[in-house]
């Protein structure tokens, strides 16, 4: 049975994908959509893109559940490797917010929503993947950009493509190399560079730190004013200083 499809639209690939894991698609099954009607960012944002940028979600059903928490992060080095694959200006410029906005110059390329269901072997994970591949939307106070202001002239259904490869690669990786490889290109990328003063918001309040580096979860790691350590596990961060 293929359980993989292009929509014309739905409501979120994350939505369609959950239900087809629900009912047994294997690993590696994806569903994109031309538009999404109710597409959904981190923090219960709504997603805001256009037809002709990437929509996409795909079941991952990690034969190792204890690395479950580097997928996210695994998932923004999939992209941001087929990102700057496709788009020569890119190179070096392309940055990761932690766990997984893809950013250029500051302005936002792409972002990851991760959501699971189940545990152990019979959990899974949804990835559900986008980027402004042909136009940045407008977002209030959020700059965006695109690929194809960045010179690229990649067509959607080949990016789709690769990125699903990059991502089933990415796992294939984490699961037999451990999590340092992640680690390593993620932090290759990083936005924020240990000993940058971040602030951070969340479900459980906000703060301020210095990021020290990524902990053995893929959490990040920052030390308080008063010397104790944080491990961020989902909040939204900003730079509030960066290191000389
Ligand atoms: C974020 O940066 O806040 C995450 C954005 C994730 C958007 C993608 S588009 C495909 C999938 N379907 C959704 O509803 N969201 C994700």
């Known amino acids: 049975m293929n359980w993989?499809?292009?929509l014309d639209e739905c409501t979120s690939t994350n939505d369609v994908a959950k239900s087809l894991a629900a009912s047994g698609a294997p690993h590696g099954t994806w569903v994109a959509a031309r538009r999404q009607t109710e597409g959904r960012g981190r923090a219960s944002r709504e997603w805001k893109s256009a037809e002709g940028n990437l929509h996409l979600s795909v079941v991952v059903r990690p034969s190792h559940p204890e690395l479950w928490t580097w997928v996210p992060l695994s998932a923004a080095v999939a992209v941001a490797r087929v990102a700057e694959a496709v788009t020569p200006t890119l190179a070096g410029s392309l940055r990761i917010k932690w766990p997984n906005d893809l950013l250029v110059g500051g302005k936002k390329l792409g972002g990851i929503l991760c959501e699971g269901a189940g545990s152990g072997r019979d959990g899974y994970l949804i990835v559900g993947?986008?980027?402004?591949?042909?136009?940045?939307?407008?977002v209030p106070d959020r700059p965006?950009?695109?690929l194809s202001e960045l010179g690229s002239k990649v067509g959607l259904e080949p990016f789709a493509e690769s990125v699903r490869w990059s991502l089933l690669q990415e796992i294939v990786e984490l699961e037999r190399r451990g999590p340092?490889?992640?680690?390593?290109?993620?932090?290759?990328?990083?936005?924020?560079?240990?000993?940058?003063?971040?602030?951070?918001?969340?479900v459980d309040g906000s703060g301020e730190g210095l990021v020290q580096g990524l902990g053995p979860a893929g959490e990040l790691l920052v030390r308080l004013p008063d010397g104790a350590e944080k491990r961020l596990l989902s909040e939204e961060v900003s730079l509030s200083r960066a290191t000389p």
């Open 4 to 6: 993989s499809e292009w």
């Open 129 to 138: 993947m986008g980027v402004n591949v042909a136009y940045a939307p407008q």
């Open 144 to 146: 965006t950009v695109c």
């Open 180 to 202: 340092q490889v992640v680690m390593d290109s993620f932090w290759r990328r990083a936005w924020h560079r240990q000993g940058d003063a971040i602030s951070w918001s969340g």
